[in-house]
């Protein structure tokens, strides 16, 4: 197993502004970081909105089937592909960003799959959002020492002769699978097999088999776990979804400040996400048996976008893009009701 792929994160700690969390409720304070860089000009509402819609909508696992399709059909950009990723991918109409890319692979004797053991680094512009399950403590350090059984659990059995490779993701490199092209469709076209492409065989929990993929599994969104049986272990989703409005919002401010360029570090962003994850005590993440299994996912959700959140704001004051004190005191009034989010971005939409 390949598991030797170091984070290599940094973790400096210039320290952004220890709040009160505003009675621990994140809601105000993305309110106010949102809020703040529009009235500061830094970003605009609809940019983040359209960051949100394009990660939900538009950006996702087509533009990684696209990739899987060409490489299946043409053996010189698959032999690009594995040599310098983001050389072959910038051949095509979508950006990765400044991430490094690199695809592996598989094989009749080696499996790979991805994983991020330290938060969740993810090749977003590839795969869309990474699906709850993907983010659990238990993925993240049970797809390293037990691979083959977690594969099992998600109805992929490897044969024992076959070697499982694993890759871990970093805010430095991402990594994503070149899953086997299945038997019987010689015949197909570009198109026709970027649509039997699934986003958990790029993350390599699945297997393309054509006899067995249909609509309901394609690449706008279909995942391995049809039954929802490693879902219902982990208690969590499968899909990626946001569990309240806030989440989708400091994920937005945060896409909408990388895509506006500037002095936005990804990287800063990344090892203060790391540091916000390793700070999280594991029995924070409801996992009982006994407890109600979309309650769970709620909470796993939750926690993940407070980190997101907490990172976001340490960097922005680190930063000086904001003010410490205008944040608290932005944060108190939404939290007293003094002033609504609505309020804010209809006098960014009047300007």
Not at 24 to 29: G, I, L
Request: with cysteine.
């Amino acid at each position: 197993m390949t598991d030797d792929h170091d984070h290599d994160h940094d973790h400096d700690h210039d320290s952004g502004h220890d709040h009160d969390e505003t009675a621990a409720d994140p809601r105000p304070r993305v309110r106010a970081i949102q809020s703040l860089l529009v009235e500061k000009g830094i970003v605009s509402t609809d940019a983040i909105d359209e960051a949100i819609a394009a990660y939900e909508r538009d950006i996702g696992p087509q533009n990684g089937a696209r990739v899987v399709a060409r490489a299946w059909t043409d053996p010189a950009f698959e032999e690009r592909l594995l040599e310098d990723a983001p050389a072959a991918i910038d051949e095509f109409d979508f950006d990765v960003g400044i991430q490094h890319i690199e695809v592996k692979k598989n094989t009749a004797d080696v499996h790979n799959a991805v994983v991020c053991t330290l938060c969740s680094c993810y090749p977003w512009s590839l795969l869309g959002l990474p699906p709850t399950w993907y983010k659990t403590p238990s993925y993240r350090s049970r797809m390293v020492r037990e691979p083959r059984a977690v594969l099992d659990e998600f109805g992929l059995e490897i044969d024992g002769g076959i070697d499982i490779d694993v890759w871990d993701s970093s805010s430095e490199i991402r990594y994503m699978v070149l899953p086997r092209r299945p038997d019987g469709t010689e015949g197909y076209d570009e198109d026709e097999l970027a649509n039997l492409v699934t986003r958990d065989s790029m993350i390599g929990v699945e297997r393309l088999d054509h006899g067995t993929t249909d609509a309901g599994s394609k690449a706008d969104g279909g995942h391995a776990d049809p039954d929802g049986a490693f879902a219902d272990l982990l208690g969590v989703d499968a899909e990626p979804t946001f569990s309240e409005p806030w989440q989708a919002r400091a994920f937005g401010v945060t896409v909408a400040l990388y895509d506006g360029g500037g002095s936005f570090d990804w990287s800063a962003f990344q090892r203060r996400l790391i540091e916000a994850v390793e700070a999280t005590p594991t029995g924070a993440y409801a996992t009982d048996d006994d407890r109600d299994r979309g309650a769970d996912a709620a909470a796993t959700e939750r926690i993940y976008y407070d980190q997101w959140h907490t990172a976001l704001e340490r960097l922005l004051v680190s930063h000086a893009m904001l003010e410490p004190d205008a944040i608290d005191a932005r944060a108190a009034a939404f939290a007293a009701g003094d002033r609504t989010a609505e309020e804010f971005i209809e006098g960014d939409r009047a300007h």
